[in-house]
């Protein structure tokens, strides 16, 4: 079975632009969490995405967008990329039992200069 | 607001010793409690997944336990190796939220 994929597995932007990254889920999973770890710091969640609806959102500015698409992979948009927001951002998905556990991919570490 | 704790924050032990890692929860309403393992730059590893209604889990020289009603769980490594050398996160899934919240981690260092 296929893991929880994400792309690209690094990214490197400047100030002010927009970084996309891409998560692909295990098949069967409907829901996929994001969450940001930026150095030295915790696990901080972003986007809960279930059957293509935005279900929760952490505490981070409207900059910080995503989608779920019929396939139930998941994109997550920042835009206007500050230095602060460099880290590994984390994708996890799990299904639609609430005991269900989550498996979370590799990470994409984008770095924002 | 659910809040995770762990301590210690990190922890370095001779190769060999049995070691019990801690995770505390402030809100008594989860579905279940996951330990994850994560190695420096890299994803989340999941070790043991206890549900609300379980007491433990066992997975090789791991054990978690789970005490839902004082909010506590604690990770036990026996006969730990340089290998186990990792940050342990503990998080719970409550109904409120829906997500899961995690702890700080503890930096387990293991020495030869």
């Known amino acids: 079975e296929a893991g929880v994929t994400q792309s690209p597995t690094h990214l490197i932007k400047t100030r002010g632009q927009q970084a996309t990254l891409r998560c692909s889920p295990i098949?069967?999973?409907?829901?996929v969490y994001w969450y940001q770890q930026a150095l030295g710091l915790g696990l901080q969640f972003l986007l809960w995405y279930d059957e293509g609806e935005e279900r929760n959102r952490g505490n981070f500015p409207p900059r910080f967008s995503g989608r779920q698409f019929p396939n139930y992979s998941s994109e997550l948009n920042v835009n206007a990329l500050e230095l602060e927001d460099s880290a590994l951002y984390l994708c996890?998905?799990?299904?639609?039992?609430?005991?269900?556990?989550?498996?979370f991919g590799s990470g994409t570490r984008l770095t924002v200069v | 607001k659910q809040e995770v704790t762990q301590i210690p924050a990190a922890l370095s032990v001779p190769e060999g010793e049995n070691l019990v890692l801690n995770c505390s929860f402030t809100d008594s309403a989860i579905y279940n409690l996951q330990w994850f393992r994560q190695d420096p730059g890299k994803g989340l590893t999941s070790l043991l997944l206890?549900?609300?209604?379980?007491r433990e889990q066992t997975s090789g020289r791991l054990n978690a336990s789970l005490d839902k009603s004082s909010g506590r769980s604690t990770l036990y490594i026996a006969a730990s190796q340089p290998g186990d050398s990792a940050t342990y996160l503990c998080a719970v899934k409550g109904g409120s939220q829906g997500n899961l919240i995690f702890g700080k981690g503890t930096k387990l260092s293991v020495k030869p």
């Open positions: 098949s069967g999973h409907t829901s």
């Open positions: 206890i549900q609300s209604s379980q």
């Open positions: 996890a998905s799990s299904d639609r039992d609430r005991g269900s556990g989550y498996t």
